[in-house]
């Protein structure tokens, strides 16, 4: 094919396109005419649909606010309903089903609060005036059956029950009497350390039934809800209280003032402080706990009436048991009760960790405080007693005289006294700290060092009244003898130290020695070949043999010897040396120095008398007589028993 035909194709080609593109702009414009008109006819028929649009939504909004108003209605007329229905529970009262009773409170209480909130009702007024009415009818039958529900389930509890409730060591033995701390005048150091009881067990006792418990707190909220607490507080205090003195007096614990103590025979007094030891450790541990556990169970909630319930339900029985301790404390002092007051200061220290705990809220701070000053109280008066023993001991000025010589019954009443004190070791170290920071190992050494100066102080008076002083010497010897060997078999030895005990003995020995030089030498004298002295060396010519001398001399020689040995025999014989070991060896002293005197003495003139006239009316013993006869000494016969 051509180029011109080529050409011509192509024409013919953009003819076509060209005469289509024409007929596409007609189709448009007409179209455009089209969809003009439709907007015109569009917003023509928007403009007639609008007054029916206005109607349609006027409808609607008025049926939503029928719907909202039938609503409305049908909430007051439930709250109507219910509050019928409180009312009718609350007037059958709390006795048949307290749990309803109590949702039917919480009810009315919401009814009121509705009400309230929708005061525009035209009865609004007349409902919550009469729910309100009904709502103080209903408190006040839960005021009495909060109070008939307490008092009715409130029991005194019974010692029985308490005892049960400690620990075994601490329940009362087979006779009836508690097991006490300190008990029988036969402690132990172990008992007054008190290490057994640090992890004793104490069960407390059940004061109102558990299952009533829920129902009371329950009643307790209602009330304090209803701005009763007053009411609530008034109820709860005078019938707990009232049942814990009851518990309290059960127990035994009364009243008692400082006369009332001071009338009392010792025995009948230390009895009461015994009790009262145990008495406390069961108000504190037992009673006092169970009450704070109740009251916090019961009030748990109602924090501004808790504490003050708590201390005012206790109070009074506190002050009953704290009295007691306070007249003792106050008393007069004597030095027997020494050990009482420890073991009083040694309970309240015991007690100290939990009465802070049970009384630490700010309305208990007077029971507190009085616990805290009767605890000092008797460390004051324990230290006072102590300081009067040192000075009674050392001014002792009874007349009881121990005529054989023997101990003193102020020796064994003051080393008795010492022991019983080392038995109280880790208490006094307590009491010296509450008046002194120094160490208190060091207080106890001094005040028992001055204690044993005081009594030997003491004795060597007493000794001076012996007109014998042979007898002197041998009653310093039995005492100080007696304490020494009571030192050394206590924990004294521990704290004096060996030094005092071995300068103690040599005071002993020195005793015992200046007994045989004033007992013995007369007598020796006689048995001495010089005629005076006791050399053992020359006869009494001074040349060793009996030349020169007379029977005369030699018989009276042996006369004023049996008439001084009797005589020594009949007195001494009724002497006493306690201690069989120093008894025998103060013998064994005497005859290591007599026996061989006298043997040396008749084997050397006895000749010159046994071939005379009636050598036996002078030589009345032999050795093994005198040894005998020895044997007798310090074994504290009487006259009629000698004879015999």
Not at 101 to 114: C, G, H, M, P, T
Not at 266 to 279: F, R, T
Not at 581 to 604: C, D, G, H, N, T
């Amino acid at each position: 094919m051509g180029v011109p035909q080529t050409m011509e194709a192509l024409r013919e080609r953009a003819d076509f396109i060209k005469e289509s593109l024409q007929k596409s702009q007609i189709i448009t414009d007409n179209m455009a005419a089209i969809l003009g008109s439709f907007d015109h006819r569009l917003s023509a028929l928007e403009t007639a649909m609008r007054p029916t649009q206005i109607r349609t939504h006027s409808i609607r909004r008025a049926h939503e606010n029928i719907d909202k108003t039938l609503k409305a209605a049908e909430v007051i007329l439930s709250q109507f309903d219910l509050t019928r229905k409180a009312e009718a529970k609350i007037l059958r009262g709390p006795h048949e089903d307290l749990e309803s009773y109590l949702e039917a409170i919480d009810q009315l209480r919401s009814n009121v609060k509705f009400f309230s909130s929708n005061k525009s009702f035209k009865s609004s007024d007349g409902v919550l005036n009469h729910a309100n009415q009904l709502l103080a009818k209903a408190i006040s039958k839960l005021e009495e059956e909060f109070r008939q529900l307490l008092t009715n389930y409130s029991k005194p509890v019974e010692p029985d029950r308490l005892f049960e409730c400690l620990p075994n060591s601490l329940r009362p033995s087979s006779s009836g009497s508690p097991r006490k701390h300190g008990d029988d005048n036969s402690k132990s150091p172990a008992e007054h350390q008190g290490k057994s009881l640090e992890n004793a067990v104490y069960t407390l006792p059940t004061l109102i039934p558990p299952r009533v418990i829920p129902l009371l707190h329950d009643l307790a909220q209602q009330m304090a809800q209803a701005g009763h607490q007053q009411q609530l507080f008034r109820i709860y205090r005078d019938t707990r209280a009232s049942v814990l003195e009851q518990s309290v007096r059960k127990l035994g614990v009364e009243r008692l003032s400082k006369d009332d103590v001071q009338k009392m025979q010792w025995e009948v007094l230390e009895a009461k402080i015994g009790n009262w030891i145990h008495y406390m450790r069961i108000a504190v541990k037992l009673l006092f706990a169970g009450e704070k556990k109740l009251c916090d169970q019961i009030l748990d909630g109602v924090d501004s009436l808790r504490d003050q319930c708590f201390a005012e339900v206790t109070a009074n029985s506190v002050s009953v048991l704290l009295s007691f301790g306070e007249a003792i404390a106050k008393s007069k002092r004597s030095p027997e009760k020494l050990f009482v007051l420890l073991d009083m200061y040694e309970i309240m220290r015991e007690l100290h960790s939990e009465i802070e705990l049970l009384f630490g809220s700010k309305a208990c701070i007077e029971m507190r405080d009085s616990a805290l000053s009767l605890t000092k109280r008797l460390a004051q008066t324990a230290q006072e007693t102590f300081c009067d023993f040192e000075e009674a001991v050392e001014k002792d000025a009874t007349k009881t005289a121990v005529l054989d010589g023997t101990v003193h019954p102020l020796t064994s009443y003051v080393i008795n006294y010492v022991k019983f004190l080392f038995d109280y070791q880790s208490t006094l170290k307590q009491l010296f700290q509450e008046f002194d920071a120094s160490d208190p190992d060091s207080q106890l050494t001094s005040v028992t060092t001055r204690i044993m100066q005081a009594l030997q102080n003491n004795l060597d008076g007493k000794s001076k009244q012996y007109k014998d002083p042979a007898l002197t010497q041998l009653f310093l010897m039995n005492n100080i003898h007696y304490i020494v060997r009571s030192v050394r078999r206590s924990e004294a030895k521990d704290l004096l130290g060996d030094d005092w005990v071995q300068i103690h003995r040599r005071i002993v020995q020195q005793h015992a020695n200046q007994y045989k030089r004033v007992s013995w030498a007369k007598i020796l004298q006689c048995l001495s070949v010089q005629g005076g002295g006791s050399g053992s060396g020359g006869g009494i010519g001074g040349d060793g043999s009996a030349s020169g001398i007379s029977r005369a001399a030699v018989k009276d020689r042996f006369k004023t010897f049996n008439v001084q040995f009797e005589e020594l025999h009949q007195r001494q014989s009724q002497w006493t040396v306690p201690d069989s070991e120093l008894r025998e060896s103060l013998r064994l002293a005497v005859a290591e120095i007599l026996l061989p005197a006298y043997r040396s003495f008749q084997k050397r003139f006895g000749p010159m008398i046994e071939n005379g006239k009636n050598p036996q009316k002078y030589i009345r013993y032999s050795p093994e007589d005198l040894d005998h006869m020895m044997n007798e000494f310090f074994e504290g016969k009487t006259w009629n028993e000698q004879k015999r």
